[in-house]
Nanobody, 124 residues
Framework: QVQLVESGGGLVQAGDSLRLSCAGS????????MAWFRQAPGKEREFVAA????????TSEDSVKGRFTISRDNAKNTVYLQMNSLKPEDTAVYYC?????????????????WGQGTQVTVSS
């Protein structure tokens, strides 16, 4: 089992940047595909981005391509989400998640472990 703790959320203005962090508890952190999801009020949780074990492979949702970047530092058991050019529609609770498979997947049901979430609010 792996415990995940997100940090870095906050209130920013449109066009600003934020970097979210997610710290994992397990020494085998580098054996998990890591992902970020988000959930806005009244909407379903949606995939944002994911990264493979070693960081060589990444994928992201179309609306954040070119603005958000997922990365990881396995020495620190941490995954990051750099968010640039933020828009009001990016407002949501952001969750990190871990999947013990070797395949990057965008389906939230594939991820067994979740953090508690961090709020990102972007004002116009």
């Amino acid at each position: 089992q792996v415990q995940l703790v997100e940090s870095g959320g906050g209130l920013v203005q449109a066009g600003d940047s934020l970097r979210l962090s997610c710290a994992g508890s397990r020494r085998t952190f580098n054996k998990y595909v890591m992902a970020w999801f988000r959930q806005a009020p009244g909407k379903e949780r949606e995939f944002v981005a994911a990264i493979s074990w070693g960081g060589a492979y990444r994928t992201s949702e179309d609306s954040v391509k070119g603005r958000f970047t997922i990365s990881r530092d396995n020495a620190k058991n941490t995954v990051y989400l750099q968010m640039n050019s933020l828009k009001p529609e990016d407002t949501a609770v952001y969750y990190c998640a871990a999947d013990g498979s070797t395949v990057i997947r965008s389906n939230s049901a594939a991820y067994a472990y979740w953090g508690q979430g961090t709020q990102v609010t972007v004002s116009s």
